[in-house]
């Protein structure tokens, strides 16, 4: 069992930044893909970027790239998320799962075995 905990989120204007983070409860941290998803009121849990177990690969969905960036630290079982040049579009909760895989990372909510609570991103125009 892998408990996660997000912190991070707030409110923020159009072209801020935000900086969120997971914290892991497992002895395997290394063990697991890491990734971030996000849903917004009335649409459906969305994959935003996704880490491998050693940090060596990384893939995001095309609406964050060159803004956003994943990064993870095993030594500390965190996974961060770097959110710059935000748009009222990235406004949703924000979640935290993780993926017993060491071969893939992930694009789908279902791929993930362990989620966290979510954080609330808002972004305002």
């Known amino acids: 069992q892998v408990q996660l905990v997000e912190s991070g989120g707030g409110s923020v204007q159009a072209g801020g930044s935000l900086r969120l983070s997971c914290a892991a409860s497992?002895?395997?941290?290394?063990?697991?893909?890491m990734g971030w998803f996000r849903q917004a009121p009335g649409k459906e849990r969305e994959f935003v970027a996704g880490v491998s177990w050693s940090g060596g690969m990384k893939s995001y969905v095309d609406s964050v790239k060159g803004r956003f960036t994943i990064s993870r630290d095993n030594n500390k079982n965190t996974v961060t998320l770097q959110m710059n040049s935000l748009k009222p579009e990235d406004t949703a909760v924000y979640y935290c799962a993780a993926q017993a895989s060491l071969t893939r990372v992930g694009i789908t909510a279902r791929e993930y075995n362990f989620w966290g609570q979510g954080t609330q991103v808002t972004v305002s125009s």
């Open positions: 497992t002895r395997t941290f290394s063990s697991y893909t």
